[in-house]
């Protein structure tokens, strides 16, 4: 994700921009985050659901 398109709550600009300290803390975080930062909270579910599917089909393959 990138901060270009998004709108500060605090000062109504672009965070890209970083006008107050909320927009350069916002921005900060997006440009530091580490290798999980992009991931949704849908896709981790997605993801959790595929692995949970993929260990119940190789433990009935097991059998």
């Known amino acids: ?4 398109r998004l709108v500060c709550a605090n000062c109504a600009g672009p965070v ?3 006008r107050c300290s909320v927009c350069r ?5 997006l440009h530091r985050g580490g290798p999980l930062a992009a991931l949704t909270p849908a896709m981790l579910l997605a993801l959790l659901m ?3 599917s993929v260990s119940l089909l190789a433990g009935e393959l097991a059998f």
């Open 16 to 18: 890209s921009e970083a």
């Open 1 to 4: 994700m990138t901060c270009d």
């Open 50 to 52: 595929a692995l949970l």
């Open 25 to 29: 803390a916002q921005r900060d975080r």
